[in-house]
């Protein structure tokens, strides 16, 4: 499956985004991940959404970012609001784990 992110962009401090990640696959049977990675930093989880929908988010994430899935669509989005300069990375989906997107930028300034 080839998994394509978009939405990142440029934003300032305290402004939100909203980036979607389109399979070209099913999803529906797949749990789905978003991950960043900043410039001299390791990969890192951001967001975990189950077959169900039940989410689950790393503390950096908590309270300000949301992932949502449309099995319909086979897509899987992030909001995210109030962003801080230390969100700004590049952010992949990943579906189970084991398909990777290309990411996309997003910078926080």
């Known amino acids: 499956v080839q998994l394509v992110e978009s939405g990142g962009g440029l934003v300032q401090p305290g402004g939100s985004l909203r980036l979607s990640c389109a399979a070209s696959?099913?999803?529906?049977?797949?749990?789905m991940a978003w991950f960043r990675q900043a410039p001299g930093k390791e990969r890192e989880g951001v967001a975990h959404?189950?077959?169900?929908?039940?989410?689950t988010y790393t503390d950096a994430a908590k309270g300000r970012f949301t992932i949502s899935r449309d099995n319909a669509k086979n897509t899987v989005y992030l909001q995210m609001n109030s962003l801080k300069s230390e969100d700004a990375a590049l952010y992949f989906c990943?579906?189970?784990?084991?398909?990777w997107g290309q990411g996309t930028q997003v910078t926080v300034s």
């Open positions: 696959g099913v999803i529906g049977n797949y749990a």
């Open positions: 990943s579906r189970d784990f084991a398909d």
């Open positions: 959404i189950g077959r169900y929908g039940e989410p």
